[in-house]
């Protein structure tokens, strides 16, 4: 498999909105984009956006359950899901280079890598996620989405009435889709466009079950800092019908 085999250009048709590069990145960074991301990202091949990936194949073992993680950020809280969870298959998406190599950085001494339990994608998640097979996966996390702040972007939020399709045709039934933002326009418009999808239920029974974390929740330093202007972070679980 060659870089260019699996580079983001490769994806040039797919409409994608955002940063994919920030700040210049130092040479052991940018070595492990170019060595361990072909080892481990989702052949583009396979990227059909035909339902036909089953996204066990992608593991050289059969998974107990599968996470798909969008919007991983720096990745740190993805690391340490792949220690605590061996058993788990995970793919976790994430366009900004920046954060794929932080990400790489943190697992290049983990068990992770030979233990073969993670598969990532550096590009738009929504043709991957219409790849995948029907009722594939177990958990969806998306994660501090961006928010489009202004309303004639609004149409270029990740939660909408198309992409909630996608996500409960892929989810099992039963499965959880978990968002979370510390913006707060952003978390209406989650919770409205979720709660009017005829296939998901909003678990929260108080406003503590969205305003904070559960026990085992992995926290991050975005969580700590936040985002410039944001509110506090909210944490929004729902259930596929």
Known sequence: ????????????????????VGKKMTATRQALIDDLYPKLCIPTDKITKEADLDPVSL?????????????FGGGERLAEHLKREPKTGFIGAEPFSNGMSSFLKDITDQESIDQGNVRVHMDDVIPLAK??????FDTIMVLNPDPWHKTRHHKR????QD???IFSRILKPGGTLVMTTDVRDLIEWMVTETSNHQDFEWNAKSSADWKNPPKDWIGTKYETKGAKGADRMHYLFFTKK
């Open 59 to 71: 593991f050289a073992f059969t998974p107990e359950k599968l996470i798909l993680e969008i919007g």
């Open 1 to 20: 498999m060659t870089k260019s085999d699996n580079s983001p250009e490769k994806h040039a048709e797919w409409r994608f909105y955002g940063r994919r």
């Open 131 to 136: 790849s995948f097979t029907d009722h594939a």
């Open 163 to 165: 992409n909630l399709d």
């Open 157 to 160: 939020r990740i939660i909408n």
